[in-house]
């Protein structure tokens, strides 16, 4: 099953915080994040495997709750290179499953 | 160190016609996953190769089918091509339980 998102998008001023929400209705064994530019490849972010750890790179973090199969994005003080469409990917009981992507949630950041 | 190359970039075809697209996955990497992504949705798993073999499979019509080759390169063969196959096509590639790399994707148009 396709993980939920919330928001679906969101705008945002330079300088301000935003929360991206990632849920799916099944166990996880982790959870991976991406943002997407316009006509580009999806990037990887970060991976967070079941245990509720949180990680976090430069002003961008993630939390994962395997109890409740969610998962958050944080996006602190944010810059305009932060723009584009993030995607949860949500892995599996086992390591090896497949990850299913979310619908996005699209981030604008204007000046 | 190259990362995961996808040719062609872009193809146009007609209604009924086969595709193949490539994928050689990044250095070091030995599983590849397909993906199709429609305008402004999330990427949607079609298959996974590991070991020469399809691993997993998403909710895909047989029409849509893959070979890994020894050297861990993919492709993705579409036959009897409909005008909603027309989508970007994401290859990644990954390495035990490490995070996926994508490609740039092949933008395939369906007339």
């Known amino acids: 099953q396709q993980p939920v998102q919330s928001p679906q998008a969101v705008i945002l001023r330079e300088g301000e915080d935003a929360v991206i929400n990632c849920s799916s209705s099944k166990a996880l064994y982790s959870v991976h994040w991406y943002r997407q530019k316009h006509g580009e490849a999806p990037v990887f972010l970060m991976i967070l495997l079941k245990g509720g750890e949180q990680k976090g790179h430069d002003k961008i973090s993630a939390s994962f709750n395997e109890k409740k199969q969610q998962s958050s994005l944080y996006l602190t003080a944010s810059q305009l290179s932060y723009s584009g469409t993030y995607f949860c990917g949500t892995e599996g009981e086992t390591s090896y499953d497949k990850v299913i992507f979310g619908p996005g949630t699209s981030l604008s950041v204007i000046p | 160190d190259a990362g995961v190359t996808q040719s062609p970039t872009h193809l146009i075809k007609t209604r009924g016609q086969q595709v193949t697209l490539r994928c050689s996955p990044k250095?070091?990497?030995?599983?590849v996953s397909w993906y199709q992504q429609a305008l402004g949705q999330g990427p949607q798993f079609i298959f996974q190769?590991?070991?020469?073999?399809?691993?997993q499979r998403g909710n895909f019509p047989d029409r849509f089918s893959g070979h890994q080759f020894p050297n861990y390169s993919s492709e993705l063969n579409v036959n009897a091509l409909l005008l909603g196959d027309s989508a970007l096509y994401l290859c990644?590639?990954?390495?035990?339980?490490?995070?996926?790399?994508f490609g740039d994707g092949t933008r395939l148009s369906i007339l």
């Open positions: 250095s070091g990497h030995d599983t």
């Open positions: 190769y590991y070991e020469e073999e399809e691993r």
């Open positions: 990644a590639s990954s390495w035990a339980n490490q995070p996926q790399h």
